[in-house]
DNA sequence: CTCTGTCAAGAGCAGTGCTCTCTATTTTGT
DNA sequence: ACAAAATAGAGAGCACTGCTCTTGACAGAG
């Protein structure tokens, strides 16, 4: 219909990015914490009440954040797999592209892999972009052999298993897919646990730790 | 030297305690975002100033809270072991024990394993306290034969898994020592997905898959 | 009994998220 | 082309926050 926009369209397309970016630069600084609406405003050379226009509340800019952090992290796993090759350098490039991402915007990363910021909610429109970074991982065990696995599985979580094999696609046993679900927890836990110190004192630096935790993960899928 | 304390001592100390209550218990609704001092001070009766007295900031009172939290998770890990039994047993309590406690104090979780509060700030007296969960983990496998395992480990992660070995004083070569480090890894990240809502849509409710998980690490470092 | 250190209280500062009203400007419909 | 409607930013203001400083009261030690 409009494949040409009006000017004011068009500017405030332009401003809800501006504000975007400069609430990214701010997080980047201060923290979610320390974002503040009328700062940001204020850099723009605004009114605070002005920003209302574009964002109904300082959650809802938050939010926006999450999403986009969700997109890029699950962009930069998705980059890292060259998508042939080798499985397990495959496996292995995603979980240190996944690392990189999450240690060159720790801020970004606190926010969507840190505590829920305000009275917890997780509105719809996150959950297909935080899903990316684990559908990376599962499409390098698609269309690829797997060690096949046995392992006695509880009824509920052989239910949950066999959903998740329809959803994914994939060719694999209950065992198999739990210790997927077990080798996606590992990765962000492992990054997790770095960028909050809780290595501090044991595996600090924990370079080597994490690509160790990452084939170790990839033997035990059946990688 | 001081055995009997002074009236003032006394007030002071039950006053301190007073106060940490309060917040803990305004913490556990509105998390700790919402945590404000004037909302704890008009509780207790008292006017905001007058909490200054006890704590010199905000930041300050959440750190003791931080502390507390540690410990309470801690102790609740260590009492869930029996001390004696299967291993495997003792292994599995201790993860749900954990789990449970997080689970019933959501919030006092979030403070100390969620995203870093202010500026990041983990002062010296978090580290001794924050580490009894994993303690008590490495208890159990202390004085008791372990699958021996083998595998490369890359040479400085060898170093840090060697001093570890040493402080902790268990008997276990590099690689079992950093499956041990993965396996805690793996049951924080697994309570962090819980309780941060990953797991809706893949493995919710994550009861079975947490046992199994539990159970999969036991062998995985050997139990 | 006086003197000194500790205490709660009050006022106040700078900052916050958010709402409401007012005015200027752009877009739209006739 | 012109009036009507929608949208923009600005400003004032509310209720709240953490935190500081000063003041007056009181307890404990000499």
Redesign the pocket.
Known sequence: MTATK???ERA?AE?TQEIKDEARRQLAEVGAHG?????VAREL??????L???F????RLLTDLIVDAYNAIGEAAENADPGKGAPRDRWLAIWQATRDWARAHPHEYALIYGSPIPGYQAPQDTVAPAARVALALVKVLTHTELRAIDGEVAPELRAQAETLTKVLGIVAGPETVTRLLMAWTQLFGAINFDLFGQYVGSVDPADEFFTHSARRMAEFVGL
């Open positions: 009006t000017a004011r405030r401003l974002l503040s609406l009328r700062a050379g605004m009114v605070s009440s002005a209302y226009r574009y109904p509340s300082r959650d």
